[in-house]
């Protein structure tokens, strides 16, 4: 055979080969986009503003133990060094923060084990503060859950659903945390409420208050099935009376240190 022959066979079967792989490519990719649109929850759409459910925090954000949850010490001072660090102390629940099932359980998920799907999710805003005014331990009840369906539609599998109280803008007062007795007092989720969302498949709660469970609980019901059910919250979110009841999309930025029973996050929402 000419060596022209042996050139044209050898390029012939290389496009044969390059057709061959890319349309294999091209189902995979596919079958892989596919699977992710299964595998993961409906997404709210977007139009990009932004809004930030963080509450900046130092050494006097109030915090459940009534400890400073943050503490800052002087590490590379700038006039001495030309440039400056704090190192700093971080208790892991404070300022708005997650508390991963392992905080409630012996041997479950880390905050560095929350599976990332979870932390890009739909947020649906249920508003709490009519009910919050009269009394400060308010719960969220099953029928609060069911109001919001029958206004807004179904909640979807994977969705972070956070109660609204108005207790945010509670942060700088003692209000936030007690009542004038010096008794806890908050809102927060009832039991029956969060045992409605697990059947649901929901991924996360999250509240603007102190804990997930209302100040005047005498046993941690919601801590204490919410998170060994493998599901994660969210304590002292920020701006939840900028987002709309449904139709945002939250990012979760969970800290991610081995064995850490939660920690302080970033958490964005995109309306």
């Given at each position: ?72 010490e002087p590490s590379v001072k700038f006039e001495e060094s ?82 609204h109280a108005g207790w945010a803008a509670r942060v700088a ?90 920690g302080p996050a970033r958490v964005l929402a995109v309306v």
């Amino acid at each position: 055979m000419c060596n022209a022959c042996v050139i044209e066979s050898v390029k012939s079967n290389m496009l044969s080969r390059r057709a061959l792989f890319a349309g294999a490519a091209t189902t995979t990719a596919a079958a892989v986009a596919s699977g992710l649109a299964t595998a993961r929850p409906a997404l709210a759409q977007s139009a990009g503003k932004v809004v930030d459910l963080t509450h900046a925090w130092d050494g006097s954000f109030p915090t459940f133990d009534g400890n400073p949850g943050i503490i800052y010490e002087p590490s590379v001072k700038f006039e001495e060094s030309g440039y400056q660090l704090w190192k700093l102390t971080i208790y892991e629940h404070s300022g708005t923060h997650i508390d991963a099932p392992l905080h409630f359980s012996a041997d479950g998920a880390s905050v560095a084990d929350l599976a990332p799907e979870r932390l890009v999710c739909p947020i649906c805003v249920l508003d709490l503060t009519a009910k919050a005014a009269e009394d400060a331990n308010a719960m969220v009840e099953p029928e609060d859950i069911e109001a919001w369906v029958s206004a807004n539609g179904e909640i979807p599998a994977g969705a972070c659903v956070a109660m609204h109280a108005g207790w945010a803008a509670r942060v700088a007062s003692p209000e936030f945390r007690t009542a004038a007795d010096g008794s806890f007092a908050f809102p927060g989720f009832s039991k029956a409420a969060t045992d409605m969302l697990a059947g649901l498949d929901v991924a996360c709660i999250g509240v603007d208050s102190l804990s997930l469970d209302p100040g005047n609980s005498a046993d941690f019901a919601v801590h204490n099935s919410w998170l060994p059910g493998g599901r994660f919250g969210i304590e002292c979110l920020a701006n939840l009376d900028q987002l709309p009841a449904k139709g945002a999309t939250v990012f979760i930025g969970a800290p991610k240190h081995k064995g850490g029973t939660g920690g302080p996050a970033r958490v964005l929402a995109v309306v």
